[in-house]
């Protein structure tokens, strides 16, 4: 085995993952870990200031209720995303989170977040739920304030540090090993309780952007589904795994189009179609009551330009010169504060891109193209696993402590395993918490997981010799590029092993092809999810012999075996889910409708890793008394 140090840790509170929620359970978690004398320590495969999703920044805030000034309530917010996931979510955990999120913005603007604000000093509204940020740095400042809470409880971070595997004692979570990516060092965490917040999963299916492109996604590549991993092997319920998401956005490099749909009011039609929300509205008939309401889910929204593309009907575009005009026109009688619009209008464009998605603009730029003058492509990407956006992928986590849900085993937040929590996209059924929403959802999660520790918390009991195998299995990759890698002329062309990014497109290759890709055009069955299952399993046997060169193709390979395990659970509920309830994010062809009779309800699995079988189940849907 390669010779690498084992490190142990021992602290009260693990937290794995750096990015919203997770900071967010860092700096609620050390508050009351500092009052009761508790170790918080907080790992990442990256560097904490610019990890997980909002590394780059975003221009908006997408979660903002309004309690205070009586914009919205709770219960709007609840309905708002029971019928965006088609009358499937946790409205418990959505409530939860939507009564907690104001105060969580509340704070980002007090550690220094530029909000928008207008002349009377109220906050600017993208939409009804969004707000504008000067949002190049958001990352940064939520770190600096989960850095400065957990130095101030004497807690301990780690950077650059890959989460592998749960420790487990029976169904009680006692911690985590990992691995340095930058060090010969093998990590022990031992924990009394643990906080899976490691985002969700991209590259799980094959991207549009391949060869020279690939890398290339709307979802960052850091996250590689780490979470659903986890909580799947310390053998917690999983919900909504079918759920997947599949964002409309600029074509290539996948900017963003909220503040066109939103801000600009611009329309999207497609090169021939003409306007497919209003020449389709039809369709939307067919997946009523969520059809008819306002605003119209994103996925049908996705479906009505589909049907556009599938008739060879498109490009698809982006009005982009017809909205800044539109709205440039009210200064239209006067030449100078009409300039002065369109240039404003101009540098919001620009903006926004560069606030976020910054290949964007490069590839504006790189294809002469001014949003002024000409419309600009858009597409839908490949799918995604991001429960906290529009998918709603996770693991099925306690209700909270106030409200008469059915879903309540103890402490908020807490998964079915004993000890285990989870927040932000490692947590099911509760979508569009977006950044504020992850940060609150973590901040609850931090703070429930302190108490159970309080009530609850014990030395964990970790079997050393486990950890002895679990380390050589982890290090494995390391030592069959060591053994063989001389072998033949071409070290990536060996029959002993297989390099991580082979892997990686035979993964991506079974998704696309049998569960639903790009390729096949988001439509999957029966019959293809059972052969694209048959070929996972060659695939998961070959997932012994991957082999690494270093640290990072060690990261690699880890990825890939985080993401063959989201691609399983995905397949096996798309299997048992048999009815279509999100044309625009996947379609089941041999069940092309929605069964509200048979399958409104929550598909749920638990996979037990000592018998490698998967147990399917439906969960019954709790609507919030008089919402
Ligand atoms: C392209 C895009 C645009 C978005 N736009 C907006 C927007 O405009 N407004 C808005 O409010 N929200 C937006 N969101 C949503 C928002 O980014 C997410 O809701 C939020 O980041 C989720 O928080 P999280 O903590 O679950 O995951 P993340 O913030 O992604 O954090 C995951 C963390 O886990 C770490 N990690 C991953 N794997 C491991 C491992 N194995 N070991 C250790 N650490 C690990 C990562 O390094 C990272 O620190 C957007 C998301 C995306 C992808």
Same mark, same amino acid.
């Given at each position: 085995?390669a010779?690498?140090?084992?490190?142990? *840790?021992?602290?009260?509170?693990?937290?794995?993952?750096g990015?919203?929620?997770?900071?967010?359970?860092?700096?609620?978690?050390?508050?009351?870990?500092k009052?009761?004398?508790?170790?918080?320590?907080?790992?990442?495969?990256?560097?904490?200031?610019? /990890?997980?999703?909002?590394?780059?920044?975003? /221009?908006?805030?997408?979660?903002?209720?309004?309690?205070?000034?009586? +914009?919205?309530?709770? +219960?709007?917010?609840?309905?708002?995303?029971?019928?965006?996931?088609?009358?499937?979510?946790?409205?418990?955990?959505?409530?939860?989170?939507?009564?907690?999120?104001?105060s969580?913005?509340h !704070?980002?603007?007090?550690?220094?977040?530029?909000?928008w604000?207008?002349?009377?000093?109220?906050?600017?509204?993208?939409?009804?739920?969004?707000?504008?940020?000067?949002?190049?740095?958001?990352?940064?400042?939520?770190?600096?304030?989960?850095? #400065?809470?957990?130095?101030a409880?004497?807690?301990?971070?780690?950077?650059?540090?890959?989460?592998?595997?749960?420790?487990?004692?029976?169904?009680?979570?006692?911690?985590?090993?990992?691995?340095?990516?930058?060090? #010969?060092?093998?990590? *022990?965490?031992?924990?009394?309780?643990v906080?899976?917040?490691?985002?969700?999963? *991209?590259?799980?299916?094959?991207?549009?952007?391949?060869?020279?492109?690939?890398?290339?996604?709307?979802?960052?590549?850091?996250?590689?589904?780490?979470?659903a991993?986890?909580?799947?092997?310390?053998?917690?319920?999983?919900?909504?795994?079918?759920?997947?998401?599949?964002p409309?956005?600029?074509?290539?490099?996948?900017g963003p189009?909220?503040?066109?749909? !939103?801000?600009?009011? /611009?329309?999207?039609?497609?090169?021939?179609?003409?306007?497919?929300? *209003?020449?389709?509205k039809?369709?939307?008939? #067919?997946? %009523?009551?969520?059809g008819?309401?306002? @605003?119209?889910?994103?996925?049908?929204?996705?479906?009505?330009?589909?049907?556009?593309?599938?008739?060879?009907?498109?490009?698809?575009?982006?009005?982009?010169?017809?909205?800044?005009?539109?709205?440039?026109?009210?200064?239209k009688?006067?030449?100078k504060?009409?300039?002065? %619009?369109?240039k404003?209008?101009?540098?919001?464009?620009?903006?926004?891109?560069l606030?976020?998605?910054?290949?964007?603009?490069?590839?504006?730029?790189?294809?002469? !193209?001014?949003p002024?003058?000409?419309?600009?492509?858009?597409?839908a990407?490949?799918?995604?696993?991001?429960?906290?956006?529009?998918?709603?992928?996770?693991?099925?986590?306690?209700?909270?402590?106030?409200? @008469?849900? @059915?879903?309540?085993?103890?402490?908020?937040?807490?998964?079915?395993a004993?000890?285990?929590?989870?927040?932000?996209?490692?947590?099911?059924?509760? /979508?569009?918490?977006?950044?504020?929403?992850?940060?609150?959802?973590?901040?609850?999660?931090?703070?429930?997981?302190i108490?159970?520790?309080?009530?609850?918390? %014990?030395?964990?009991?970790?079997?050393?010799?486990?950890?002895?195998?679990?380390?050589?299995?982890?290090?494995?990759?390391?030592?069959?590029w060591?053994?063989?890698?001389?072998?033949?002329?071409?070290? +990536?062309?060996?029959?002993?092993?297989?390099? @991580?990014?082979?892997?990686?497109?035979?993964?991506?290759?079974?998704?696309?092809?049998?569960?639903?890709?790009?390729?096949?055009?988001f439509?999957?069955?029966?019959?293809?999810c059972?052969?694209?299952?048959?070929?996972?399993?060659?695939?998961? +046997?070959?997932?012994?012999?991957?082999?690494?060169?270093?640290?990072?193709?060690?990261?690699?390979?880890?990825?890939n075996?985080?993401?063959?395990?989201?691609?399983?659970?995905?397949?096996?509920?798309?299997?048992?889910?048999?009815?279509?309830?999100?044309?625009?994010?996947?379609?089941?062809?041999?069940?092309?409708?929605?069964d509200? %009779?048979?399958?409104?309800?929550?598909?749920?699995?638990?996979?037990?890793?000592?018998?490698?079988?998967?147990?399917?189940?439906?969960?019954?849907?709790?609507?919030?008394?008089?919402?």
């Amino acid at each position: 085995m390669a010779n690498w140090e084992t490190v142990v *840790v021992n602290t009260d509170l693990l937290i794995c993952g750096g990015g919203f929620s997770a900071c967010g359970a860092a700096t609620e978690a050390a508050y009351w870990a500092k009052k009761k004398g508790l170790k918080v320590t907080l790992v990442d495969k990256a560097a904490l200031d610019r /990890s997980g999703a909002v590394a780059m920044g975003l /221009s908006a805030i997408n979660q903002y209720v309004g309690i205070r000034d009586g +914009e919205n309530t709770v +219960e709007d917010y609840i309905r708002y995303v029971r019928s965006d996931l088609m009358g499937i979510s946790r409205e418990d955990l959505v409530y939860n989170i939507a009564r907690h999120v104001d105060s969580t913005v509340h !704070l980002f603007e007090k550690w220094g977040l530029k909000i928008w604000k207008d002349e009377k000093g109220k906050y600017v509204h993208e939409g009804r739920w969004q707000l504008m940020i000067n949002g190049e740095s958001y990352k940064v400042i939520i770190a600096e304030a989960a850095k #400065n809470a957990i130095a101030a409880a004497g807690g301990e971070i780690f950077e650059r540090v890959f989460i592998v595997d749960p420790l487990m004692d029976g169904n009680k979570c006692v911690g985590a090993v990992g691995f340095s990516t930058r060090e #010969n060092k093998f990590y *022990v965490f031992k924990a009394k309780a643990v906080i899976a917040t490691m985002g969700g999963a *991209v590259h799980v299916f094959r991207p549009r952007s391949v060869g020279e492109g690939f890398g290339r996604s709307w979802y960052p590549p850091f996250n590689s589904g780490s979470s659903a991993y986890f909580t799947i092997k310390a053998g917690a319920e999983m919900t909504c795994q079918e759920v997947r998401f599949i964002p409309v956005r600029f074509k290539d490099a996948y900017g963003p189009v909220g503040a066109w749909f !939103l801000l600009f009011k /611009s329309r999207a039609v497609s090169a021939t179609g003409g306007d497919y929300m *209003v020449v389709r509205k039809a369709e939307l008939e #067919n997946w %009523k009551p969520y059809g008819l309401v306002k @605003p119209i889910p994103a996925n049908l929204r996705n479906y009505l330009g589909m049907l556009d593309t599938e008739l060879g009907l498109g490009p698809l575009y982006m009005e982009t010169d017809e909205a800044i005009k539109n709205i440039a026109a009210q200064y239209k009688e006067d030449p100078k504060a009409f300039k002065k %619009k369109m240039k404003e209008l101009e540098s919001e464009a620009w903006e926004d891109f560069l606030d976020m998605t910054i290949s964007q603009a490069i590839l504006w730029a790189a294809q002469n !193209l001014k949003p002024e003058e000409k419309h600009s492509e858009i597409a839908a990407c490949e799918p995604y696993f991001i429960g906290s956006h529009s998918g709603a992928s996770g693991a099925w986590v306690s209700g909270p402590e106030d409200l @008469p849900t @059915p879903y309540k085993w103890g402490y908020a937040n807490m998964t079915t395993a004993e000890g285990l929590f989870a927040a932000g996209d490692g947590s099911g059924a509760s /979508s569009h918490k977006f950044s504020s929403g992850s940060h609150a959802e973590g901040r609850i999660a931090g703070k429930s997981a302190i108490k159970y520790i309080v009530e609850k918390g %014990k030395a964990p009991n970790v079997n050393m010799d486990e950890v002895e195998k679990l380390k050589a299995k982890i290090l494995l990759p390391l030592d069959l590029w060591e053994k063989h890698s001389k072998e033949t002329t071409d070290p +990536e062309i060996n029959t002993n092993y297989i390099v @991580p990014r082979q892997f990686l497109h035979r993964l991506q290759k079974i998704m696309d092809e049998y569960a639903g890709g790009v390729i096949s055009g988001f439509k999957t069955s029966k019959a293809l999810c059972e052969r694209g299952l048959e070929l996972m399993a060659m695939l998961k +046997e070959d997932s012994a012999k991957s082999a690494a060169r270093d640290h990072h193709e060690l990261m690699r390979v880890w990825e890939n075996n985080q993401r063959v395990m989201q691609a399983e659970a995905h397949v096996r509920s798309i299997l048992f889910r048999e009815e279509t309830r999100w044309p625009g994010y996947y379609f089941r062809a041999d069940k092309p409708k929605m069964d509200d %009779k048979n399958w409104k309800c929550f598909v749920n699995c638990q996979y037990d890793s000592k018998t490698g079988q998967w147990k399917m189940m439906k969960k019954d849907i709790w609507t919030m008394p008089g919402v």
